[in-house]
């Protein structure tokens, strides 16, 4: 018997997981109700354009009903939800050149209103990294992935993600010196 | 595994996240997730109803083939007077020898080949 709205959104994940891998439509509805915020976001520094990373989004959550059914570990769904995202991602990435349609983008996210300046200011400074540094600068400071899980999940070689994080890390820390904290705030925080 | 993260640019990030909570998204998601699904069924009824009209018209044809079949199979190709000589030869001294004989012989030449 299906359950009643109230009971999908008090509902545990992994039960919701375990009812969407049943073909429960409206547990799969709360799943992307629930996780919409990581994936978005994730797909905005990833894409730097808020269009874009919404379709991305979307079409991480279509391919995640469509395999749903392959979950092993109802408990594990996020993490199996961040692999579909990344691989979607990495899809897009070799169909397109992100840096040849870098400006573009950011050009589309000034008509948004809902850019805060900070999210605005870290596009912009991620749209200047290179595809394969982006990634794995997302995955360091946005998924707070170590090394070894952003190789395992790029399919990059753990030196080449090592040198891309430290090569990405100095760049941004120079476009965005701005929002350093003073010397001192830091410990205090 | 040792990282070296800047905690400032971490703390950049997480200032950068913003909140989605709009049901339109997961409206947009579960439409298409529909749309999908009906697109799905269509398509295998097509194709169910292609695939039946194609059997219709082809079944004479089945029919027939497999009537030749019966027919050509079993008949022996060279006449052999001696009753022991025919029964000995009688697996290759037929439609079906044949049939094998050949099929035997394009597995060796495409084993050979490739």
């Known amino acids: 018997m299906p359950?009643?709205?109230?009971?999908?959104?008090?509902?545990?994940?992994?039960l919701l997981v375990s009812l969407a891998r049943n073909g429960d439509r409206s547990a799969y509805t709360e799943l992307v109700?629930?996780?919409?915020?990581?994936?978005?976001?994730?797909?905005?520094?990833?894409?730097g354009d808020v269009t874009l990373a919404d379709d991305l989004a979307q079409i991480t959550f279509l391919q995640g009903w469509q395999n749903i059914r392959h979950v092993q570990r109802p408990g594990r769904f996020g993490a199996w939800l961040k692999r579909i995202a990344i691989n979607?991602?990495?899809?897009?990435?070799?169909?397109?050149?992100?840096?040849?349609?870098?400006?573009?983008?950011?050009d589309s996210n000034a008509m948004h209103n809902d850019v805060t300046g900070i999210g605005m200011d870290l596009d912009r400074a991620l749209?200047?990294?290179?595809?394969?540094?982006r990634v794995c600068i997302v995955l360091?400071?946005?998924?707070?992935?170590?090394?070894?899980?952003?190789?395992?999940?790029?399919?990059?070689?753990?030196?080449?993600?090592?040198?891309?994080?430290?090569?990405?890390t100095k760049r941004l820390q120079a476009l965005l010196s701005a929002y350093a904290l003073p010397p001192g705030e830091e410990k205090m925080k | 595994m040792t990282m070296d993260r800047?905690?400032?640019?971490?703390?950049?990030?997480?200032?950068?996240?913003?909140?989605?909570?709009?049901?339109?998204?997961?409206?947009?998601?579960m439409s298409e997730v529909e749309s999908r699904r009906r697109r799905s069924i269509i398509a295998w009824s097509v194709a169910?109803?292609?695939?039946?009209?194609?059997?219709?018209?082809?079944?004479?044809?089945?029919?027939?083939?497999?009537?030749?079949?019966?027919?050509?199979l079993p008949a022996t190709i060279i006449d052999v007077d001696n009753r022991w000589v025919a029964r000995l030869l009688a697996p290759v001294n037929s439609?079906?020898?044949?049939?094998?004989?050949?099929?035997?012989?394009?597995?060796?030449?495409?084993r050979k080949l490739f």
Do not use: C
Not at chain 1, 127 to 133: E, Q, R, S
Not at chain 1, 146 to 161: C, F, M, Q, S, Y
Not at chain 2, 14 to 29: G, H, I, L, P
Not at chain 2, 53 to 66: E, G, K, M, R
């Open chain 2, 95 to 110: 439609g079906t020898g044949l049939f094998g004989l050949g099929a035997l012989g394009l597995w060796l030449a495409f």
């Open chain 1, 3 to 14: 359950l009643a709205q109230e009971q999908y959104s008090r509902s545990a994940e992994s």
């Open chain 1, 127 to 133: 749209a200047t990294l290179p595809g394969d540094v």
């Open chain 1, 88 to 106: 979607v991602w990495l899809q897009y990435l070799r169909k397109n050149d992100p840096l040849r349609q870098a400006d573009e983008h950011i």
């Open chain 1, 140 to 168: 360091s400071y946005h998924e707070g992935m170590n090394h070894r899980e952003i190789a395992e999940h790029t399919d990059l070689p753990l030196g080449t993600v090592k040198s891309h994080v430290r090569r990405g």
């Open chain 2, 6 to 29: 800047d905690p400032q640019l971490a703390s950049v990030f997480k200032n950068a996240e913003q909140k989605y909570s709009d049901e339109a998204f997961t409206t947009r998601v």
């Open chain 2, 48 to 72: 169910g109803l292609l695939l039946a009209i194609i059997a219709w018209f082809l079944v004479l044809v089945v029919q027939d083939t497999v009537f030749l079949l019966t027919q050509i």
């Open chain 1, 33 to 47: 109700r629930r996780r919409q915020t990581w994936v978005r976001n994730l797909m905005r520094r990833f894409s």
